[in-house]
C-alpha cells in the first residue's frame, strides 16, 4: 500500500509557475513510477507527466516543454515544476503511483492516487 498527498495547487496569472509535490509513504517508493494526471470539470482524467524510479520521463504533448517532472528517492517525494502556465492548464491535479516501467499512460494503470489539488490559471 502507498499513500500520496498532493500539495503546491494554487491560482495564478496566464505565465506564470507553480510546483506542485506529492509526498509518498507505506513502501519503498523509490521501485514505484510516479505520475501526474489532471482532470477539469466534464473532462476525463488526462495524463500529464510520468517519471520512472531511474528518473527517465515522459510527457504529454500539451505541456512538453513547458512541465517537468521529477523526483527525490531520498525523500520519498515527486514533484511537477510547472511553467509558462496557460488558462487550459486549469484542472485538479493527482499524483499516482505504480510499481511497474513502461509508458504507463493510462489512469488504469496505476494502483494508488493522491487527493488532488486545484491548479487555476486566470487569463
Known amino acids: 500500500q502507498m499513500q500520496l498527498v498532493e500539495s503546491g495547487g494554487g491560482l495564478v496569472q496566464a505565465g506564470g509557475s507553480l510546483r506542485l509535490s506529492c509526498v509518498a509513504s507505506?513502501?519503498?517508493?523509490?521501485?514505484?513510477?510516479m505520475a501526474w494526471f489532471r482532470q477539469s470539470l466534464g473532462k476525463e482524467r488526462e495524463f500529464v507527466a510520468r517519471?520512472?524510479?531511474?528518473?527517465?520521463?515522459y510527457y504529454a504533448d500539451s505541456v512538453q516543454g513547458r512541465f517537468t517532472a521529477s523526483r527525490e528517492n531520498a525523500k520519498n517525494m515527486a514533484y511537477l515544476q510547472m511553467n509558462n502556465l496557460k488558462p487550459e492548464d486549469t484542472a485538479v491535479y493527482f499524483c499516482?503511483?505504480?510499481?511497474?516501467?513502461?509508458?504507463?499512460?493510462?489512469?488504469?494503470?496505476?494502483?494508488?492516487w493522491g487527493q488532488g489539488t486545484q491548479v487555476t490559471v486566470s487569463s
Open positions: 517519471v520512472l524510479w531511474n528518473g527517465i520521463t
Open positions: 507505506g513502501d519503498t517508493f523509490s521501485t514505484y513510477a
Open positions: 499516482a503511483t505504480v510499481r511497474k516501467v513502461g509508458v504507463l499512460k493510462s489512469p488504469d494503470e496505476y494502483d494508488f
